[in-house]
């Protein structure tokens, strides 16, 4: 009898360690995690320069831009679209008199600063053309804003002109600094080459 429970305990507690094994077996699965979104991939380009010629300026632009015009009365829009960094930039020119130079430019102003909610900062830079024939200012707004960079040029007698950046997607500082670092290359170069007709 003695050998019989024995048995049956030993049965029971091999029975209880396969029940115990299997268990913790089926336990063990991998759970998916989401992944988080990637960024796009940002490759240093070496492009050239073309001259942007129409009726009202001149300027010097990379060779990827893509460009389109519209015109409404005296007023001219630019689109430059920079798809290798799926960015695009507006430009407005608007032919002005000494008396309406003071009103565009606090609009430029006030829609600079309209950002400010948002950025973590606003610098102001003075800028000019090589001839310095145009002036105005950079604003570079850094923080999680819609548009990190905005800049206005004029003669102060006739011509203004107007360029606000934005990126197709959502903004994140950080992986957009090298990205930055190149348009204000390509911003500067428009500057320096920027003539009034």
């Given at each position: 009898m003695e050998l019989i429970l024995r048995m049956m305990m030993t049965c029971h507690f091999k029975a209880f360690f396969v029940f115990i094994l299997?268990?913790?077996?089926?336990?063990c699965e991998h759970s998916t995690m989401p992944k988080p979104y990637a960024y796009f991939?940002?490759?240093?380009?070496?492009d050239g320069f073309v001259p942007f010629d129409n009726e009202v300026l001149t300027m010097n632009v990379p060779q990827s831009l893509l460009a389109e015009q519209e015109r409404k009365g005296t007023e001219r829009w630019f689109t430059f679209r920079l798809p290798a960094y799926r960015a695009t930039l507006y430009c407005?020119?608007?032919p002005i008199t000494s008396q309406k130079l003071y009103q565009v430019a606090d609009e430029n102003h006030r829609l600079a600063f309209s950002h400010a909610v948002k950025a973590s900062g606003i610098e102001q830079h003075t800028i000019a053309n090589a001839d310095s024939t145009a002036s105005g200012i950079l604003y570079a707004i850094s923080g999680s804003v819609a548009t990190p960079r905005q800049l206005y040029l004029t003669d102060r007698?006739?011509?203004?002109?107007?360029?606000?950046?934005?990126?197709?997607?959502?903004?994140n500082p950080d992986s957009l600094a090298p990205v930055l670092g190149y348009i204000d290359l390509t911003l500067q170069q428009m500057v320096q080459t920027l003539r009034w007709k």
């Amino acid at each position: 009898m003695e050998l019989i429970l024995r048995m049956m305990m030993t049965c029971h507690f091999k029975a209880f360690f396969v029940f115990i094994l299997v268990a913790l077996c089926a336990s063990c699965e991998h759970s998916t995690m989401p992944k988080p979104y990637a960024y796009f991939r940002i490759d240093e380009r070496k492009d050239g320069f073309v001259p942007f010629d129409n009726e009202v300026l001149t300027m010097n632009v990379p060779q990827s831009l893509l460009a389109e015009q519209e015109r409404k009365g005296t007023e001219r829009w630019f689109t430059f679209r920079l798809p290798a960094y799926r960015a695009t930039l507006y430009c407005t020119y608007l032919p002005i008199t000494s008396q309406k130079l003071y009103q565009v430019a606090d609009e430029n102003h006030r829609l600079a600063f309209s950002h400010a909610v948002k950025a973590s900062g606003i610098e102001q830079h003075t800028i000019a053309n090589a001839d310095s024939t145009a002036s105005g200012i950079l604003y570079a707004i850094s923080g999680s804003v819609a548009t990190p960079r905005q800049l206005y040029l004029t003669d102060r007698k006739k011509h203004f002109f107007r360029a606000s950046l934005y990126f197709d997607g959502k903004v994140n500082p950080d992986s957009l600094a090298p990205v930055l670092g190149y348009i204000d290359l390509t911003l500067q170069q428009m500057v320096q080459t920027l003539r009034w007709k």
